[in-house]
T-cell receptor
Framework: AQSVTQPDIHITVSEGASLELRCNYSYGATPYLFWYVQSPGQGLQLLLKYFSGDTLVQGIKGFEAEFKRSQSSFNLRKPSVHWSDAAEYFCAVGGGYGNKLVFGAGTILRVKS | SQTIHQWPATLVQPVGSPLSLECTVEGTSNPNLYWYRQAAGRGLQLLFYSVGIGQISSEVPQNLSASRPQDRQFILSSKKLLLSDSGFYLC???????????FGPGTRLLVL
């Protein structure tokens, strides 16, 4: 069965510091991988996605993620965090009939000034 | 461009009352449609998905049902709400055969 693990429930970083959010997945075939961001009380916004090809993908708002098949990971990174990045981040894996997505439990990012 | 709407934005309902949440998509045809529930402090759980009018797949047994009366309309219903139905309900769409889902603004449901 498909599953996604986000090991960190909360992360606090200083504004201007680098960020890495971890995501590990379990999927029986080549996965489609996604990172979404959610501000409080809002829907989810797509940050980036990986389907195939270059394992380092660029997204919106200066985020990037690297797919590592050997580690079953798809970690999200940003070189310099801004206060507006404070939100909850979800990793998801999908594919197959109906393109259903399985989400991780999310990581809440707090940015301190 | 495509947009997705959900209403109402917030709903407070007594236990045992019926429920109807609506989701509509504009700017696309034949989308796949999805209902998710997000409980406090937890990730998103897929409740239902639909690949066409009248075609509904249920992912988890529960007190809820879904219907798709029109191509771009997806409705989440319940005959009698339970306290455990409280949560944040998100609708999403993708193109037929597409891999990326796009989410609506959500409906916060509080059952008292």
């Amino acid at each position: 069965a498909q599953s996604v693990t986000q090991p960190d429930i909360h992360i606090t970083v200083s504004e201007g510091a680098s960020l890495e959010l971890r995501c590990n997945y379990s999927y029986g075939a080549t996965p489609y991988l996604f990172w979404y961001v959610q501000s409080p009380g809002q829907g989810l916004q797509l940050l980036l996605k990986y389907f195939s090809g270059d394992t380092l993908v660029q997204g919106i708002k200066g985020f990037e993620a690297e797919f590592k098949r050997s580690q079953s990971s798809f970690n999200l990174r940003k070189p310099s965090v801004h206060w507006s990045d404070a939100a909850e981040y979800f990793c998801a894996v999908g594919g197959g009939y109906g393109n259903k997505l399985v989400f991780g439990a999310g990581t809440i990012l707090r940015v301190k000034s | 461009s495509q947009t997705i709407h959900q209403w109402p934005a917030t709903l407070v309902q007594p236990v045992g009352s019926p429920l109807s949440l609506e989701c509509t998509v504009e700017g696309t045809s034949n989308p796949n449609l999805y209902w998710y529930r997000q409980a406090a402090g937890r990730g998103l759980q897929l409740l239902f998905y639909s690949v066409g009018i009248g075609q509904i797949s249920s992912e988890v047994p529960q007190n809820l049902s879904a219907s798709r009366p029109q191509d771009r309309q997806f409705i989440l219903s319940s005959k009698k709400l339970l306290l455990s139905d409280s949560g944040f309900y998100l609708c999403a769409w993708s193109t037929r055969g597409g891999e990326t889902q796009y989410f609506g603004p959500g409906t916060r449901l509080l059952v008292l």
